[in-house]
């Protein structure tokens, strides 16, 4: 089975600050994407950063940067220079990539970040 | 910025009525999918649509539940006879080889 793991349920971290938050995946699949998804108190998902898993660079979004390690199944997401609108709850997200058709996203439980001004 | 719109964004019901959600997707995305989020839990995947039908389900989604795209443009789900555990976030994607796009929920309660 697929699975997505997010071992910190809560993190803070000071405005201005970087902060890292930690995703582990299990798949026996070669070909897959991986997303950081971004939920405020809106409830609203909204895609932070995507991965593809045959790209050995990693995805980097203005602030916001991955350290994919393909080999060791993680997938970890760096904000650099935290700001308060920064507060969320932040999923990882993985689906597999079926040649080309999109299958569906298994998420993690979460981790709500709490940046203190 | 394309958006994948929901309505309504607040339903409330009585135990054992039928409810429709709503989704219009982003117009050249292919691949349309349900998921659901229970307050204060991860986000489950109930069902995708491709080509007109469900392309895959999981076991949240049973007889209880259907999925149609009536005119070609509205994605809908629908929950029959709804039981105070359906009460939740669900939200509507859709999503072409870039990813997927998420619209801002409907929140189902039932009572």
């Known amino acids: 089975a697929q699975t997505v793991t997010q071992s910190q349920p809560e993190m803070s971290v000071q405005e201005a600050e970087t902060v890292t938050l930690s995703c582990t995946y299990d798949?026996?699949?070669?070909?897959?994407?991986l997303f950081w998804y971004k939920q405020p108190p809106s409830r609203q998902m909204i895609l932070v950063i995507r991965?593809?898993?045959?790209?050995?660079q990693n995805a980097t979004e203005n602030r916001f940067s991955v350290n994919f390690q393909k080999a060791a199944k993680s997938f970890s997401l760096k904000i650099s220079d935290s700001q308060l609108g920064d507060t969320a709850m932040y999923f990882c997200a993985f689906t597999p990539n079926y040649g080309g058709s999109q299958g569906n996203l298994i998420f993690g439980k979460g981790t709500k970040l709490s940046v203190k001004p | 910025e394309p958006e994948v719109t929901q309505t309504p964004s607040h339903q409330v019901t009585q135990m054992g009525q039928e409810v429709i959600l709503r989704c219009v997707p982003i117009s050249n995305h292919l691949y349309f999918y349900w998921y659901r989020q229970i307050l204060g839990q991860k986000v489950e995947f109930l069902v995708s649509f491709y080509n007109n039908e469900i392309s895959e389900k999981s076991e949240i989604f049973d007889d209880q539940f259907s999925v149609e795209r009536p005119d070609g443009s509205n994605f809908t789900l629908k929950i029959r006879s709804t039981k105070l555990e359906d009460s939740a976030m669900y939200f509507c994607?859709?999503?072409?080889?870039?990813?997927?796009?998420f619209g801002s929920g409907t929140r189902l309660t039932v009572v």
């Open positions: 994607a859709s999503g072409n080889s870039y990813g997927y796009t």
């Open positions: 798949t026996s699949e070669n070909n897959y994407y």
């Open positions: 991965q593809e898993a045959y790209k050995q």
